[in-house]
């Protein structure tokens, strides 16, 4: 009988992907994912080690394994990305029955590594320093039929002095365009509707290659594809943002009207501590060019609070800078040391209470605003895809849901006819600082539909499941 694997993600889009392709090399090496409900044969993580509290979530969920490998020694454990790469003997130090640690540049070797684990009875680690191959020339189990992620570049060049993403993932190399421009229209070929370009920061593409109009000339041409009906990107970086890509964004019509641009502080002496090459006015400077460009944009973006250093008067700072950008979703953070990072030896830590006070603070005034942005949409029309778990029937609340074209989340009815895949026009009638409620003005069926229902009649394809992830053991176990 085959074995059965989970795999459990930690962290950003980049490792999602990353996870697909585990899951593509399992399923290629004759393991099949287990049923939900179910303890798998094989467990992998694939870690994180931006944020502390990773770290203990992986250590946590270890622990729940301990005495589920106790009982039954057939049973493997694996460890990847960020962490792994970090850590490496730690993690048998501190849980000496797991069976293989790999790191993110050679995820190509997890089947090897366990089978020989397997043979030699014995804990494997294998870490690389270089990349071995591009995510996206693995196999892979896509989380979606009809959405997908497309790597432009891995690695970064950046100094973030509270970063340890380019320590780990190292210095950027980009995908020549051919080759990213081929995947597109093959994942197209295959009821893919809507890609999302990824790179640890994706508009300093072509930096490799001295290009510095690449990204905006690779979106250009995203958007000649037939049957791509939307493209998006994360997450750029303020410094490498140039006005093409702005161009490009407001002419090309399957380039989505969202903008994901993380600011990290709003105080410039924080950002020069942070060595993020980029001061508030600059960054506020970006948004009025996007704002003028497509007067409908959407900005999100990521805050860190508590940094080394930060006073009541920088977050005061950051307050005021949220309160102008008037972003429709802030995802914040608080500053937690990273070792082997700048910041994590810098004098002055932001004592943890203080910063869960600012971290509230900041998180109510977000809300605030967000509500706010979202209820002047209420009388508006928006296109939203209707997505393939977010999409499913909802008894209780009897609706669907779906994305809009700038990214946020839309809640309708029910009784729609509509199915993951497809689209609908919808008038928003209320608004949360979450979520927007819609009633329906025109459904719109779609190859990503079609796709859907196809697979599902079909059963379990490598392009149509979710990723099967952990499941935490009860107490009795």
């Known amino acids: 009988m085959a074995r059965t694997y989970a795999v459990e993600t930690y962290g950003c889009q980049m490792n999602v992907h990353d996870s697909e392709r585990i899951a593509g090399l399992l399923d290629e090496a004759g393991y099949l994912p287990v049923i939900q409900g179910e303890q798998a044969d094989i467990v992998v993580f694939n870690t994180c080690a931006v944020r502390e509290n990773a770290d203990n979530k992986l250590y946590g969920n270890l622990s729940f394994l301990a005495p589920i490998k106790k009982a039954n020694p057939n049973m493997q454990i694996a460890v990847g990305g960020c962490l792994a790469q970090k850590d490496q003997s730690i993690i048998l130090k ?4 797991v069976d293989v640690v790999f790191g993110t540049h050679n995820v190509g070797s997890l089947p090897v590594l366990l089978e020989r684990a397997r043979i030699e009875e014995e804990s494997q680690i294998e870490i690389k320093e270089a990349l071995e191959h591009f995510p996206s020339t693995l196999p892979a189990r896509r989380f979606s039929a009809f959405t997908s992620w497309v790597s432009v570049s891995v690695g970064c060049n950046n100094t973030c002095t509270f970063c340890i993403v380019p320590t780990l993932r190292g210095i950027e190399k980009d995908r020549p365009e ?3 421009l081929k995947e ?4 197209v070929d295959q009821g893919v509707i809507e890609i999302t370009l990824l790179g640890q920061n994706v508009n300093a593409y072509g930096v490799e290659f001295g290009d510095r109009g690449a990204f905006a000339a690779l979106l250009r041409k995203c958007g000649e594809i037939e049957g791509l009906e939307r493209v ?10 140039t006005d093409d890509v702005i161009e490009v964004m407001a002419t090309t019509p399957n380039v989505m009207p969202h903008l994901h641009m993380p600011l990290q502080s709003g105080s410039d002496r924080i950002l020069q501590e942070m060595r993020r090459s980029y001061r508030s006015s600059r960054y506020l400077g970006i948004l009025e060019r996007v704002r003028t460009a497509m007067p409908h944009a959407m900005i999100t973006t990521d805050i860190i609070v508590g940094f080394p250093g930060e006073t009541e008067d920088d977050f005061q700072a950051t307050l005021d800078l949220t309160t102008q950008a008037q972003f429709s979703a802030a995802y914040t953070y608080k ?12 004098p002055n830590q932001v004592p943890e209470a203080v910063v869960g006070e600012r971290y509230t603070r900041l998180h109510e005034h977000q809300q605030k605003i967000s509500l706010g942005v979202n209820q002047r949409s209420i009388g508006q029309t928006h296109r939203a895809l209707v997505s393939e778990v977010e999409g499913r029937r909802d008894q209780a609340q009897a609706r669907l849901t779906g994305k809009t ?3 946020r989340l839309v809640h309708f009815d029910a009784t729609s ?3 993951p ?3 609908v026009d919808l008038e928003i009638i209320d608004a949360s600082a979450h979520y927007l409620i819609a009633k329906e003005l025109a459904h719109i069926k779609t190859r990503g539909g079609d796709v859907h229902e196809a697979r599902t009649k079909q059963g379990p394809t490598a392009t149509s499941l979710g990723i099967p992830t952990l499941r935490k053991p009860s107490a009795a176990e």
């Open 178 to 180: 051919a080759d990213i």
């Open 335 to 346: 500053y937690s040391i990273r070792p082997g990072t700048p910041a994590g030896v810098m």
């Open 184 to 187: 597109v229209r093959a994942l």
């Open 94 to 97: 501190k849980a000496p029955y």
């Open 232 to 241: 998006r990107f994360m997450s750029p970086h303020p410094r490498d943002f």
């Open 405 to 407: 074209e700038d990214f």
């Open 417 to 419: 006819q509509a199915r």
């Open 421 to 423: 895949g497809d689209f």
